[in-house]
């Protein structure tokens, strides 16, 4: 499965994983960039996931079918 395949919940998983096994501290420097390297770029898809989600959810639709943003008070 390739990382555009996996779901937030996947990649949540894979960047906790990487996040304890550096936090351990008992791994190779080239492994440990390597994986750092790996999570860096599994934090920022997760931030972009969670940005067009928020995005989504500020959004509703008018009685004609346009989206208009959901205004909070």
Do not use: C, H, W, Y
């Amino acid at each position: 499965m390739s990382q555009e395949e996996k779901t937030f919940d996947q990649s949540l998983q894979e960047l906790e994983a990487i996040v304890e096994t550096l936090e351990q501290g008992d791994v190779p420097l080239e492994e440990a960039l390597e994986q750092f390297q790996q999570g860096i770029q599994l934090s920022q898809r997760l931030k972009t996931q969670l940005n067009d989600a928020e995005k989504f959810l500020k959004k509703i639709v008018d009685a004609d079918g346009q989206e208009v943003p959901l205004e909070l008070e």
